[in-house]
């Protein structure tokens, strides 16, 4: 059975700090993805990464997928209130459409 | 059609009732997929399916759940007898063609059942 952890469940900090979350497996993945999603709504999409090592940046945001591609991390530079919201990571394992997902990372960005 | 559209929002039955669940994929797809998402956890895969064809329903529950996706109009997720602990986030993702590997979904707002 493949299983995602992502650490950690919650966090809490102040605006301008940096931040680390991880989703990590025991299983080797083709691809991770990482979505985000606020209450109420569906997640929605933030980037894929598909290359062991790869490092993808999306402004103040940086995904990285482990070199033996069974983990990945995103970092936070300088977080802004607008960034709370729940992070989830998804694994494409043996089927690429039945995605693995971790239970997310609740972040709160207090002003 | 901007997205993925889902109905109802919100969607409150009691014990025993019926629940359906509708699903309108992004213009131009033939592919839906739903997933089931409970309080405090990830998204679980429950049910693939093309027009007219049900391709994958390994994650559905093989009692009082059933999927389809006509020729004509939204996919629909239908849940007989319903219990408390099918209280949960439903949502269904569209794709043109079978996902290719790195695909990321487009889902859509989501189905909130709640069971009273």
């Known amino acids: 059975t493949q299983l995602l952890e992502q650490s950690p469940q919650f966090l809490s900090i102040q605006e301008g700090e940096n931040l680390t979350v991880y989703c990590n497996s025991s299983?080797?993945?083709?691809?991770l993805q990482w979505y985000r999603q606020e209450p109420g709504e569906g997640p929605v999409l933030l980037v894929t990464?598909?290359?062991g090592g790869e490092v993808k940046k999306l402004k103040r945001l940086t995904f990285q997928f482990g070199d033996a591609r069974k983990d990945s991390s995103l970092h936070i530079t300088a977080a802004q209130t607008g960034d709370t919201g729940l992070y989830l990571c998804?694994?494409?394992?043996?089927?690429?459409?039945?995605?693995?997902w971790g239970a997310g990372t609740k972040l709160i960005i207090k002003p | 059609n901007a997205g993925v559209m889902q109905n109802p929002r919100h969607l409150v039955r009691r014990r025993g009732q019926e629940a359906r669940l509708r699903c309108s994929p992004m213009?131009?797809?033939?592919?839906v997929y739903w997933y089931r998402q409970l309080p405090e956890e990830g998204l679980k895969f429950m049910v693939y399916?093309?027009?007219?064809?049900?391709?994958?329903e390994s994650g559905m529950p093989k009692e009082r759940f059933s999927a389809e996706f006509p020729k004509e109009g939204p996919s629909i997720l239908r849940i007989q007898q319903v219990v408390r602990g099918d209280s949960a986030a439903y949502f269904c993702?569209?794709?043109?063609?079978?996902?290719?590997?790195?695909?990321?979904?487009?889902f859509g707002s989501g189905t909130r059942l709640t069971v009273v």
């Open positions: 998804a694994g494409e394992g043996y089927s690429n459409y039945q995605l693995i």
């Open positions: 399916l093309q027009k007219e064809n049900i391709i994958d």
């Open positions: 993702a569209s794709s043109p063609i079978l996902l290719t590997p790195g695909y990321g979904y487009t």
């Open positions: 213009k131009g797809h033939s592919h």
């Open positions: 299983s080797v993945f083709s691809s």
């Open positions: 990464v598909v290359t």
